[in-house]
């Protein structure tokens, strides 16, 4: 589970349309949500209302953003995190949908992805506010008694949460805008606008094929800067999560803001950056996330099994670009 994380922005690449006199032309719309921004396109948008659909859209990001921000101090999230309640808490179905993702992964990815590791990012100072440290022992263990997501029970009917532990935290960041952009991508469907693309924070998730037949094409940011590969999608998502910018120094050691949930500590050679193509932009989401934590061998283990395709990107000694990937990344130039 990393900390602090930075999301990559998946630089969408915008193919010209073959005939403009005959193309109608791509409906865009774009804004700010969960303290980030969001872009969408949709070819051949027809007579559709584009003040309106932005209204529905942004409306369905207000409520999700009600269920799961933890910036809101009134939000269904924040509620139950001061909460010390061990009885079932009721929430919203989008909360009861994710935290229900969220345990699933955890298990999946034997524990890397961990949304409960607020105490951890207190402690080593990655918080908001927080001036950042390198713990003692015992203040790690203190705040490992108080992580992990088995401690947490989720029922969707009705929709309701529980924790085990009084001091369970829970934080969605790492999984909500692929969740998120899958809504939107919902939305646009029942308005049977089927050819699209959407990026909430750097998370996109494509449509339908444009008119034209092509599929989407987004690229995937190099560490370097620039382009390092782009990949046609239709009805997939993409999902990047990267390190090598969150770091701090101390003792002349390098100190990642990547957090292993089992030693507490942070991951000593993180990946510069991981991506996942998935059909779901909250599944993707989530697991670029705890691809950071497991690393290329075990990661890679993990994406076959769970049947994603998954890039890493590193940096060698001497600063050179290293690929790592499985899928779709290794037939892509």
């Known amino acids: 589970m990393i900390m602090l994380r930075t999301l990559f922005v998946l630089a969408i690449v915008w193919q010209c349309f073959a005939n403009l006199s005959l193309a109608q032309e791509p409906l865009k719309i774009s804004g700010k949500t969960m303290g980030s921004y969001y872009a969408i396109v949709i070819d051949s948008p027809g007579t559709v209302d584009g003040d309106r659909l932005q209204s529905e859209i942004e409306s369905r990001f207000a409520e999700i953003n009600q269920q799961m921000s933890t910036w809101a101090d009134d939000s269904e999230i924040s509620r139950f995190n001061d909460s010390e309640s061990t009885e079932w808490f009721e929430v919203g179905n989008d909360f009861a949908v994710v935290a229900m993702e969220a345990k699933r992964l955890h298990t999946l990815t034997q524990g890397a992805m961990d949304c409960s590791v607020g105490p951890l990012i207190d402690v080593w100072g990655f918080g908001k506010d927080k001036k950042k440290k390198i713990p ?25 949460v529980r924790k ?25 469907n029942t308005h049977q606008l089927k050819s699209h693309v959407v990026d909430v924070g750097g998370e996109n998730r494509a449509g339908e094929a444009k008119a034209n037949g092509d599929a989407w094409r987004l690229g995937v940011e190099s560490p370097l800067g620039g382009l390092h590969k782009v990949v046609e999608l239709t009805n997939q998502a993409i999902a990047t999560s990267g390190d090598y910018r969150n770091f701090f120094m101390a003792g002349g050691k390098k100190y990642s803001h990547i957090l292993n949930p089992k030693t507490g500590r942070p991951i000593e050679h993180p990946p510069a950056s991981v991506s996942i193509i998935h059909e779901s932009c909250m599944t993707a989401d989530g697991l670029a996330t705890a691809m950071m934590v497991l690393g290329p061998e075990k990661g890679t283990e993990i994406a076959r099994q769970a049947g994603v395709d998954v890039m890493f990107l590193d ?19």
């Open 136 to 160: 003692t022992d015992a203040e790690i263990e203190e705040a490992q008694k108080c992580i992990g997501m088995q401690h947490l029970e989720v029922r969707l009917d009705p929709p309701a």
């Open 164 to 188: 085990a532990l009084p001091q369970l935290r829970l934080s969605f960041s790492s999984i909500a805008p692929g969740y998120a952009a899958d809504e939107v991508c919902r939305i646009l």
């Open 315 to 333: 940096l060698d000694s001497q600063g050179q670009l290293v690929e790592h990937s499985i899928g779709v990344f290794q037939q892509t130039e």
